[in-house]
């Protein structure tokens, strides 16, 4: 039986393999040396060149790099490279919390070392080909180290006290692990960005003026409370412009990109601003949050069914039943169900995202968000012209090409 599921475990690892090199070549079929007609009036001739060069090399590097994490799990699975960590562990603890923790704090450091070139390689040489770079080599390293932090301390913790819940319930740990999951998810989403963020990025408050003055007289007129309006030094990174919202209640919080403010007009920041706010009127995040919640009560209670089965473990080429091993096992067997989960919440998310348009359109301006979001993705060198399948699998916002026509049809 061992055998079985080792073998289902394979094939599941070479159908995403595969699913996922279609998905890219039929992206790539929408490549053109030609400046294509619905692209006219966003992207000029040579824009258009660049962003089909950026594209390229990015799905290049994407390529190798998941070749080589393809190659790497099927070395583990087949020369029981897991249940090697597994007795390295071991050797190191005889307490299983620790043992765990050990074991995928070996995994994920091995991985992230192998995985560093390509980091550089994207950052300094891609990002820096096409003028998008600002990260110097202390900022990069920085970033890693203060990410091995925290995945320990949080990560660390986490995984601790799922552990102990299993040894001390059993097939009932799901219940608690949900109720931890969905506090540390809750708290995340309202803390986030005063807690987390600060350790990578600097956030000040937007400085009084003529900006500030709109976005506050806007607010009002939407009758949306914000008392926390922050500009974060994305700058020190990439060129690249962004916003978000984050929190909830008194600890909501909009955060623009200095990029932002430099690439765009004052109506064009209160467009975006009006689109993320229409995110909150809307109720996308707490009804993401809410679904989020139950995902996960799913996903755990299907675990709790499989995670004491010594062949889970023995897939993995140990002999000694235990809760990582299984977890690993589990992980890449109910990986077809995170998948179709996964598509729902991303036709989920596109329509959210209309529905911010349209609350940006009706209560600001659908033409200064269409220039706002023509520029963005122009300045980003977006695909315009992704393939629908990959649209599908992996777009969590529609494409621009869409958002605009929906834009234009609102305003008949």
Sequence with gaps: MFTTVFYIIIAILIFDFLLERLLNYL?????????????????????????????FENQKLGLITSILTFLILLLLLFFGGFSKVDGWARLLSGNSIFIAILFFGILGFAMDILSTPFSLYDTFVIEEKYGFNKTTLKIFF???????????IIGGGLLALVVWFYEQTTNMFWIYTWILVSVFMIFMTMFYSTLIVPIFNKQTPLEEGELRNAIQEFCKKVDFKLDNLYVIDGSKRSTKANAYFSGLGAKKRIVLFDTLIEDLTQNEILAVLAHEIGHYKKKHTRTGIIISILQTGLTL???SLFIGNPKLSGALGSGIPSFHLGLIAFGILYSPISTVIGLGMNFFSRKNEFQADNFAKFNFSGEDLSSALKKLSVKNLSNLTPHPAFVFFH??????????KRLKENEN
């Design 301 to 303: 209670f299907i675990l």
């Design 142 to 152: 920085l970033d890693k180290i203060k990410g091995w932090f925290l995945a320990a």
């Design 27 to 55: 992206n790539s079929t929408r490549w053109s040396n030609e400046l294509p007609k619905e692209l006219l009036g966003i992207y000029d001739v040579d824009q258009y060149k660049k962003s089909q060069g950026y594209y």
């Design 395 to 404: 777009y969590s916002h529609p494409p621009l090409l869409k958002r605009l």
